[in-house]
């Protein structure tokens, strides 16, 4: 089947690739307002774009009303923002700072997260996550009705238990990250997996 996402389907496009693209990694993006009000939100449109620099976009879509979200809003004016990787023990917490909640009210408090001071943005990293990517806003593109914030990673938090020391590397046999599946309530857990390695 052909599906026409200009026309006929164009109404559908968010729920079809939503429900198509997938396991898609999840962003608990935590920034700040420029009156110091903490706000933390997921997003599932969201990805590493590359390394050299280390770069990461995500996109917040608008509320109903067509006014930006909070995150939108608080990287605007502060151009800083905090990605906080998402694995199984804090999966129904981000799934609480998805609530609507009033601008300014602090999600992680409602979500039972802890705000652990980062090195250099000034938007907190979450402790409870496995890692965090402290990130400056590189600069935000507008395509149509989707906004794109690209940002550029300083600093790489991760538990302790995640780091080889000596490999300089990931131990991703302990990280258990979850990822968004079929739009509007599913998602998956990472653990089974496979190897496969590229040919010469």
């Known amino acids: 089947m052909e599906l026409n996402l200009e026309t006929d389907y164009a109404d559908r496009a968010y729920t079809l690739l939503a429900s198509l693209v997938t396991p898609r990694p999840i962003a608990l993006v935590t920034t700040i307002s420029a009156d110091g009000r903490v706000n933390a939100a997921p997003f599932s449109f969201f990805n590493l774009l590359?390394?050299?620099?280390?770069?990461?976009?995500?996109?917040?879509?608008?509320?109903?009303?067509?006014?930006?979200?909070?995150?939108?809003?608080?990287?605007?004016?502060?151009?800083?923002?905090?990605?906080?990787?998402v694995d199984e023990t804090i999966?129904?917490?981000?799934?609480?700072?998805?609530?609507?909640?009033?601008?300014?009210?602090?999600?992680l408090t409602r979500a039972g997260l802890t705000a652990a001071p980062s090195s250099i943005v000034k938007p907190p990293r979450i402790a409870e996550s496995p890692a965090s990517l402290e990130c400056v806003e590189w600069g935000t593109?507008?395509?149509?009705?989707?906004?794109?914030?690209?940002?550029?990673?300083?600093?790489?938090?991760?538990?302790?238990?995640?780091?080889?020391?000596?490999?300089?590397?990931?131990?991703?046999?302990?990280l258990f990250t979850i990822g968004r599946m079929a739009s509007p309530h599913w998602y998956c857990k990472t653990r089974d997996r496979f190897e496969m390695k590229r040919p010469d």
């Open 50 to 85: 590359g390394a050299n620099p280390p770069i990461c976009a995500f996109a917040p879509g608008d509320r109903e009303d067509g006014t930006p979200r909070d995150t939108a809003r608080n990287v605007r004016s502060t151009h800083e923002f905090v990605v906080n990787l």
């Open 91 to 107: 999966a129904e917490a981000m799934n609480q700072c998805a609530a609507s909640l009033p601008f300014g009210e602090n999600e």
């Open 141 to 174: 593109l507008q395509i149509g009705g989707n906004r794109v914030i690209i940002g550029l990673i300083k600093r790489l938090h991760v538990r302790g238990e995640l780091f080889d020391l000596e490999k300089k590397r990931i131990n991703t046999d302990k």
